[in-house]
């Protein structure tokens, strides 16, 4: 009886090895991860009052990319983490909503379309629904996978064979729970794949985050080139119809001999052209509506886009002073950058662990009979154990170029990462710079078109008590429409300026949360939430619970 006692503690006692060792675990062999610290510019390069408080964000958001507090792909050689246990993770910004941004209704309706029904979005955060299963495997593969088994074998042993000289018919079952080839992780390389899951997991959500804010922008730059193509559409039949009653005067003088009958070609040509440049301008309508539809995912009914002019459209919150120092480290690209850094610096630390040995364990436990009424009675107990230690001796340098290959590839994420932040300073200063530069446009360009009205006025007046010639009329008058036609094109210059720099400051200047694109990945062991849920969750800018 005794004996039986010990067989079944010595199973148990392998199991809640296993299970202790899975949970207690052992260190990582990555390197300590810090943040890149790229050169940057201490102001934006765009000029003087190009923004209220833009010298201001310059020199704090570069201070904020130099000094962040850096963090932790992984625990380090010396911290052994466990599952379930709070480690160091960066604290993550919270995304702006973009309708802090947005302010125009008919815009903001558009956008609350695109979010639920776009098909590139719906992929993007699909990708984070695979990333997040990526990442749930390779943190299963912390603990034993634990099966139940049963099996049932009868054969025939042959007379030739038989000890006895004649054959006979044998039965074997056997029914039992166990788990086959556990990796006990002492040198955390499960630990840092798992690590390297998740990172990865976390660049595909902001790189999701990436594809909404582009789409955001890119509605309300599709909106907003409807409305002035529709502009341009509205002014291109009303030049139209000046022509055509400009026509019928000159036709008239003509047949009481004032005009002459180059006047006539002239006036007709007038009207030619007028009647092409509302054909493209209705053409162009139509092409922004499919385009419009398209960034939608549903088609545009008339009621979607009620504005015809961009002065019906309210223009975009203007850029507040103070702007907070996170507004570049926020942008998705960067954060996706900086998590597929994280990710190479987790697979160091599996290159790494291929140097030391890796401890298997094999055990299962459960009841073994020939009959199968005796499978589950007292005696019919089974059990084994079966640890293996494997230790690399001989690769011929494979583990080495392993290390160095995931060395290499931390370079070369670092360099992309530094690229990415100092890319988002150029977007960033190009876009104020170029809304510095169409205000003043704007101011010239209203200036001209009232200079062309007068000219055109006094050109027809002229024409009319036969002092000047038709074609000073016929050059006034295009320089008049061609004005009206760019002074449409500047204001949409400002309106898209706006977007743009909406989408280069990562979604906006207010620190408000932005609604997650998919629930936060949870990890639990032994009742606790873990850490990488928190990072999770604080990366979509939603609390952790």
Same mark, same amino acid.
């Not at 201070?63 to 992984?74: H, K, W």
């Given at each position: 009886?005794?004996?039986?006692?010990?067989?079944?503690?010595?199973?148990?006692?392998?199991?809640?090895?296993?299970?202790?060792?899975?949970?207690v675990?052992g260190?990582?062999?990555?390197?300590?991860?810090?943040?890149?610290?790229?050169?940057?510019?201490?102001?934006?390069?765009?000029?003087?009052?190009?923004?209220?408080?833009?010298?201001? !964000?310059?020199?704090?958001?570069a201070?904020?990319?130099?000094?962040?507090?850096?963090?932790?792909? @992984?625990a380090?050689?010396?911290? @052994?983490?466990?599952?379930?246990?709070?480690?160091?993770a960066?604290?993550?910004?919270?995304?702006?909503?973009?309708?802090?941004?947005?302010?125009?209704?008919?815009?903001?309706?558009?956008?609350?379309?695109?979010?639920?029904?776009?098909?590139?979005?719906?992929?993007?955060?699909?990708?984070?629904? =695979?990333?997040?299963?990526?990442?749930?495997?390779?943190?299963?593969?912390?603990?034993?996978?634990?099966?139940?088994?049963?099996?049932?074998?009868? $054969?025939?042993?042959?007379?030739?064979?038989?000890?006895t000289?004649?054959?006979?018919?044998?039965?074997?079952?056997?029914?039992?729970?166990?788990?086959?080839?556990?990796?006990?992780?002492?040198?955390?390389? !499960?630990?840092?794949?798992?690590?390297?899951?998740?990172?990865?997991?976390?660049?595909?959500?902001?790189?999701?985050? /990436?594809?909404?804010?582009?789409?955001?922008?890119?509605?309300?730059?599709?909106?907003?080139?409807?409305?002035?193509?529709?502009?341009?559409?509205?002014?291109?039949?009303?030049?139209?119809?000046?022509?055509?009653? /400009?026509?019928?005067?000159?036709?008239?003088?003509?047949?009481?001999? %004032?005009?002459?009958?180059?006047?006539?070609?002239?006036?007709?040509?007038?009207?030619?052209?007028?009647?092409?440049?509302?054909?493209?301008?209705?053409? =162009?309508?139509?092409? +922004?509506?499919?385009?419009?539809?398209?960034?939608l995912?549903?088609?545009?009914?008339?009621d979607?886009?009620?504005?015809?002019?961009?002065?019906?459209?309210?223009?975009?919150?203007?850029?507040?002073?103070?702007?907070?120092?996170? !507004?570049?480290?926020?942008?998705?690209?960067?954060?996706?950058a900086?998590?597929?850094?994280?990710?190479?610096?987790?697979? %160091? $630390?599996?290159?790494?662990?291929?140097?030391?040995?890796?401890? $298997?364990?094999?055990?299962?436990?459960?009841?073994?009979?020939?009959?199968?009424?005796?499978l589950?009675?007292?005696?019919?107990?089974?059990? /084994?154990?079966?640890?293996?230690?494997?230790?690399?001796?001989?690769?011929?340098?494979?583990?080495r170029?392993?290390?160095?290959?995931?060395?290499?590839?931390?370079?070369?994420?670092?360099?992309?990462?530094?690229?990415?932040?100092?890319?988002?300073?150029?977007?960033?200063s190009?876009?104020?710079?170029?809304?510095?530069?169409?205000?003043?446009?704007t101011?010239?360009?209203?200036?001209?078109?009232?200079?062309?009205?007068?000219?055109?006025?006094?050109?027809?007046?002229?024409?009319?008590?036969? %002092?000047?010639?038709?074609l +000073?009329?016929?050059?006034?008058?295009?320089?008049?429409?061609?004005?009206?036609?760019n002074?449409?094109?500047?204001?949409?210059?400002?309106q898209?300026?706006?977007?743009?720099?909406?989408?280069?400051?990562?979604?906006?200047?207010?620190?408000?949360p932005?609604?997650?694109?998919?629930?936060?990945?949870?990890?639990?062991?032994?009742?606790?939430?873990?850490?990488?849920?928190?990072?999770?969750?604080?990366?979509d $800018?939603?609390p952790?619970?």
């Open positions: 009886m005794r004996r039986k006692t010990g067989v079944n503690g010595v199973a148990l006692s392998a199991a809640a090895l296993a299970l202790t060792l899975s949970v675990g260190c990582t062999l990555a390197p300590e991860y810090r943040r890149p610290a790229p050169s940057l510019p201490s102001a934006w390069n765009a000029g003087q009052d190009v923004a209220p408080g833009a010298g201001q !964000v310059a020199q704090v958001a201070q904020a990319t130099a000094t962040a507090p850096a963090g932790a792909s @992984g380090s050689a010396h911290s @052994g983490a466990q599952p379930g246990a709070p480690t160091r960066q604290p993550a910004m919270q995304t702006p909503d973009w309708r802090q941004v947005v302010v125009d209704a008919p815009m903001a309706r558009l956008v609350d379309v695109a979010l639920s029904s776009n098909r590139d979005l719906r992929v993007a955060v699909l990708q984070i629904e =695979k990333a997040r299963a990526q990442h749930a495997i390779a943190r299963a593969d912390l603990f034993p996978h634990i099966d139940a088994s049963g099996a049932g074998n009868a $054969g025939r042993t042959a007379q030739s064979l038989s000890p000289g004649e054959g006979y018919v044998s039965h074997a079952y056997t029914v039992g729970v166990g788990f086959s080839a556990y990796e006990l992780d002492l040198f955390g390389r !499960v630990r840092s794949l798992k690590e390297q899951a998740l990172e990865r997991f976390l660049s595909t959500d902001a790189a999701a985050r /990436s594809v909404r804010l582009t789409l955001v922008a890119e509605v309300g730059q599709a909106y907003l080139t409807l409305v002035a193509d529709r502009e341009q559409l509205a002014l291109a039949r009303e030049i139209l119809e000046t022509e055509q009653a /400009s026509f019928e005067v000159v036709q008239s003088r003509y047949g009481h001999g %004032i005009a002459g009958e180059l006047d006539v070609a002239r006036a007709r040509t007038t009207v030619d052209t007028a009647r092409v440049n509302v054909a493209a301008a209705e053409a =162009k309508v139509t092409a +922004d509506e499919n385009a419009l539809a398209l960034l995912g549903t088609p545009v009914t008339p979607m886009v009620p504005a015809c002019r961009l002065a019906d459209v309210m223009p975009l919150a203007d850029v507040p002073p103070g702007v907070p120092s996170e !507004v570049l480290s926020r942008r998705p690209d960067v954060v996706a900086e998590h597929t850094l994280k990710a190479a610096n987790a697979n %160091i $630390g599996a290159a790494r662990a291929q140097f030391f040995p890796r401890i $298997g364990l094999t055990a299962s436990y459960g009841n073994a009979s020939n009959d199968m009424e005796n589950f009675r007292a005696g019919a107990h089974t059990w /084994s154990f079966v640890p293996q230690v494997t230790l690399p001796i001989f690769h011929a340098g494979a583990i170029a392993g290390v160095e290959t995931a060395e290499a590839d931390r370079d070369i994420y670092v360099a992309q990462y530094e690229k990415a932040v100092q890319t988002a300073f150029r977007e960033v190009d876009t104020l710079a170029q809304g510095r530069s169409l205000a003043v446009q101011g010239a360009q209203t200036s001209l078109v009232e200079a062309t009205a007068t000219s055109y006025s006094l050109a027809s007046k002229r024409y009319e008590s036969g %002092i000047a010639g038709y +000073d009329k016929l050059d006034a008058q295009r320089s008049y429409a061609v004005a009206r036609q002074l449409i094109a500047m204001h949409l210059a400002r898209n300026n706006r977007l743009t720099l909406f989408k280069a400051l990562g979604g906006g200047w207010r620190g408000e932005m609604p997650p694109l998919a629930p936060s990945v949870q990890e639990t062991a032994g009742g606790q939430v873990s850490s990488d849920a928190s990072a999770v969750a604080s990366a $800018g939603s952790s619970k």
